[in-house]
């Protein structure tokens, strides 16, 4: 792409999160000038982000780049960006499985793939983690249904449900479903279990810290 200000975005929430999605033809091969502009469109660095379209909090300051993909039995290929609120950073280093939510609706808004009416499988290639997720969204005249009664902790309104199926995602970043081989480790006189199960995390009870879980 030679000329950025052509760049056109959609704003999406998928789960819990909002991010700018791309088509990825529309943004620079050039890491330097995507992430450059990247950080300008979000108004990164600053806390409030006042001066772009970030929302002064990781989980409303991130980017989604799709493609139509070139792999077999995949519709499209999807690299998640965290951009850094108060830092000049742009981060693929992991993915991100809220916006994932949204970027078979987005193929379908940009025609990436055909939609028949009905619920319809989209194929996603997870560049990020080098994984495969498959989504379905229900379609009618040929156009995502948004709508509907889901409802998930952290969004006050209700939305249409998108099911996502994983595939072989266990070990995608540490290699191994228990990274350690252990279901429970002790650290520092604390029980956690840790699991890469398409992200690292560390599982322990709220009570071993003080605090009850519920705020």
Known sequence: MSDISSAKSMWMR????????????????????RD?????????PDNRQIDGMGGADPLTSKVAMVKKSNRSGVD????????????????????????????APFAIERVLIVAEDGQIDVTIYMENIGQIAIAKVMVKDKKVIYGG???????????????????????????A???????LDIIDDIAVTMIDNGMPIVILLASDLGISGNG
Request: glycine fraction near 8%; charged fraction near 20%.
């Open 14 to 33: 998928g789960g819990t999160s909002k991010a700018a999605f791309f088509l990825t033809e529309d943004l620079p091969n050039n890491i330097e000038k």
């Open 36 to 44: 450059k502009f990247l950080l300008q469109i979000m108004g990164s």
């Open 76 to 103: 499209v290929d999807y690299l998640f960006l965290q951009v850094m609120v108060d830092k000049p950073i742009v981060s693929d280093g992991q993915n991100c499985d809220n916006i994932l939510a949204a970027v």
């Open 149 to 175: 009664t889901a409802h998930i902790d952290g969004v006050p309104k209700t939305a249409n449900e998108i099911p996502i199926i994983f595939k072989d995602t266990a070990g995608s970043s540490c290699g």
């Open 177 to 183: 479903l228990l990274p350690t081989g252990n279901e």
